[in-house]
């Protein structure tokens, strides 16, 4: 078959191994051979009653453990799934999953052949004749799995125990799923058919196809994408067999197509291993996903943060939402889209906004600025503890000033905070739909100290890029629109929006504290040479147990939006304002 091909890396250590229902080979070098051991069974027990049957204990014979294991795998290879059951010490088990394979591996033509060498071997090994009551007996499988015009032959190695019954002394299979095959754990079985997702060809916004191999940071992406749009992008599912793990679904033409995902989720969080891609009959064709990426920014975004250990970038368009780069450091977990940070001082965006709605703050106003602020018994301070003596909340803002925000704590409710952000910014509804899972970020109400702590993107404010570059996107044009990776028009989706946009006075204010940070503030030096339709933020986010704080820096130039953090990177101007500049400029 010209689309034969063994199963991606992802699923497979070995070529696919399976075990059948048809035909069995014994004698010569095959289960015969097991007579020539010898062996000595066991006497009977010297204590039992007169009349009664007399029950074995002891070491197995090599004659016990050729015959059972024959009589096992004479059983399972001609279809009589009754008599291999019962030779096993779980026949109920046993007869469960050697009954699925016919009917749900699609095994057939299977030959067994045991291997009697390493079987010789493990009987030489006991002890003085007296090693134990339990023999291995190795044997191989050779097979063919058949789905409708499909086929491909399997080939592996597997082994059965033999073991005594305690009760009667009976030698038996000592029962487990990985008897039939070496990657069944209890519980799991076989299953052939088609995958439960289509796969995908995803697309940038110019039409070229984007791989992880081009672009690494895109694996988990890419993943995404799959699941959410095979079914819906016009692909053809190819046809697999795999293991498919206990309580993870059938995994095989299932409605969500979510059993393998599942799993995989279940063994995230410290459960079963994932469903496993034994052997792949045919690919299958995949649909077509176009995205907003750009290519150039993509790439530029994977440039930059590969320069530094555990960065994290996003670019958006404000004007419409499109996401145009999306790159991680690590290719692993994806912390630009998924992440779940403390913000730090790039929170002081949404605050300020707030801070100006209520009257509590004006651009060009004096706006305190100490050393030190207290509330909720809290003791906040500056970075190195300066202080603005008569400044303007522009000052406060384009310094970062901690306290300038803290001072405020004691005129706001406790949960101002939370609907600015949600009302104005979007954040913290898990509504939005981008295309692929993302984190919508997070600002819990909360009191006291934790509550003056979310003013400045402490306490329990939790955020990623992805929300902090729509958060300067929102600030430069003043009205909420979800970041999208897909058009809703491909699945006729809703996208997320805010059910109010910043008042003109507020937005003029919020831009103009903005674009005077990135001139002349904690960002200037980033900043240099973009201007003047510009503004940006930086933050330093401390975390417990680390030796510098994450950096964080947003910011937007023309119709670009990005934000970028490196974790444990220190100051956000000098450790993520170089990436987010970079990108900037990459896009103008």
């Known amino acids: 078959m010209g689309n034969r091909r063994r199963a991606p890396e992802r699923g497979r250590t070995k070529p696919a191994v399976i075990g059948g229902v048809v035909a069995v080979v014994v004698g010569g070098a095959g289960l015969g051979g ?32 050729s015959s059972t294991a024959t009589a096992f795998l004479t059983a399972w290879q001609s279809g009589d799934v009754r008599k291999a059951a019962a030779a096993t010490n779980d026949t109920r088990a046993a007869a469960a999953l050697l009954t699925g394979y016919g009917r749900e591996a699609r095994i057939k033509d299977v030959t067994l052949t045991a291997d009697t060498a390493s079987t010789a071997d493990t009987v030489k090994k006991r002890s003085g004749g007296t090693g134990g009551s339990r023999d291995t007996v190795p044997f191989s499988v050779k097979g063919t799995v058949a789905y409708k015009n499909l086929s491909e032959p399997l080939a592996y190695e597997s082994e059965l125990t033999v073991v005594r019954r305690e009760e009667d002394g009976k030698p038996l299979v000592d029962w487990h799923a990985a008897v039939v095959h070496p ?23 110019d039409g070229g196809e984007l791989t992880a191999a081009g672009y690494p940071s895109l694996g988990t992406v890419l993943d995404g994408l799959r699941e959410k749009y095979g079914k819906k992008a016009g692909g053809k599912a190819g046809v ?21 995902k599942t799993a995989e989720r279940i063994k995230a969080a410290g459960g079963k291993n994932p469903d496993k891609t034994l052997l792949e009959l045919s690919e299958g064709t995949p649909g077509t996903v176009r995205t907003t990426l750009s290519p150039a920014l993509q790439a530029a975004a994977e440039k930059q943060v590969a320069a530094k250990p555990r960065a994290s970038a996003v670019v958006v368009k404000p004007s419409t939402g499109e996401i145009l780069a999306v790159a991680n450091s690590g290719h692993g977990f994806n912390t630009a889209f998924q992440g779940s940070l ?35 018994g809290w003791k906040f301070q500056n970075d190195d503890k300066f202080e ?38 979007g954040l913290g509804l898990d509504n939005w739909a981008i295309g692929v899972p993302t984190f919508d970020g997070s600002v819990p109400v909360q009191s006291q100290a934790q509550m003056a ?85 930086t933050g330093s986010a ?19 939006a990005a934000a970028g953090v490196v974790q444990q990177g220190g100051h956000g101007g000098e450790a993520a304002g170089p990436i987010v500049a970079a990108l900037l400029k990459a896009g103008s």
């Open 240 to 260: 697999e067999l795999r293991v498919v793990r206990a309580g993870s679904g059938d995994g095989a033409d299932s409605e969500d197509g979510k059993g393998s």
């Open 542 to 560: 401390e975390v417990d147990n680390q030796k510098k704080p994450n950096g964080w820096f947003t910011a937007w130039k023309g119709d670009l």
């Open 34 to 65: 097991y007579a020539l051991y010898g062996g000595g069974g066991a006497s009977a027990d010297a204590g039992s009653s007169a009349g009664a049957k007399p029950v074995k204990t002891g070491p197995l014979s090599a004659a016990e453990v």
């Open 388 to 425: 603005i003596k008569d400044g303007t909340f522009k000052a406060s803002f384009a310094r970062s000033c901690n306290t300038a925000f803290i001072s405020q704590a004691k005129k706001l409710s406790d949960d101002d905070l939370t609907k600015q952000a949600q009302q104005v910014f």
């Open 183 to 205: 990657e069944l754990e209890d519980g799991d079985r076989l299953v052939t058919g088609e995958a439960g997702t289509p796969p995908v060809k995803a697309l940038d916004r």
């Open 342 to 376: 403390a913000p730090g001082s790039t929170m002081k965006i949404v605050t300020a906004s707030l801070l100006i709605e209520k009257g509590l703050a004006s651009t060009n106003k004096e706006h305190p600025c100490p050393k030190y602020s207290t509330y909720g």
């Open 453 to 537: 702590a979310s003013l400045i993107g402490q306490g329990g404010v939790r955020m990623n890029p992805l929300n902090m570059a729509s958060v300067v996107a929102t600030a430069k044009t003043g009205t909420f629109r979800q970041p999208y990776l897909v058009p809703p028009a491909v699945d006729d989706r809703t996208l997320a929006t805010a059910p109010r946009s910043l008042s003109a006075g507020t937005r003029a204010q919020l831009k103009e504290l903005l674009q005077y940070t990135a001139a002349a503030g904690t960002a200037a030096e980033a900043m240099a040479g973009l201007g003047p339709d510009f503004g940006a933020k």
